[in-house]
């Protein structure tokens, strides 16, 4: 994917979340929050082609950008093999 560099804001940490969130909102993409980390807030929201997590820190922003061919599978021992290992491995 070639994606063409366009920066609108700069985000530089967790005072910069709501300002994202409502640019978000003008073009209707859904998000949804977490807080699974103790210093960040994580926003999951999904393009097509791509599902990307931003976690918000106080003083800097990370994201990863996750693609695929976006198959769909009926495989379900493979479905709970992948469930299973994830316990397995807690």
């Not at 700069?10 to 859904?30: A, M, T, W």
């Not at 949804?32 to 929201?45: F, G, P």
């Not at 976690?55 to 996750?66: G, K, L, N, P, Q």
């Not at 479905?79 to 491995?89: A, E, K, P, T, Y």
């Amino acid at each position: 994917m070639n994606f063409e560099r366009a920066i609108e804001m700069e985000l530089n940490g967790i005072r910069d979340l709501i300002p994202f969130l409502n640019h978000l909102k003008d073009p209707s993409i859904s998000y949804t929050l977490e807080h699974d980390r103790a210093d960040s807030i994580m926003v999951c929201y999904t393009l097509v082609g791509a599902r990307i997590e931003l976690d918000f820190f106080d003083d800097h922003i990370e994201y990863s950008i996750f693609t695929g061919d976006e198959s769909v599978l009926e495989d379900q021992e493979k479905l709970f093999g992948m469930i299973n290992h994830w316990r397995d491995s807690d």
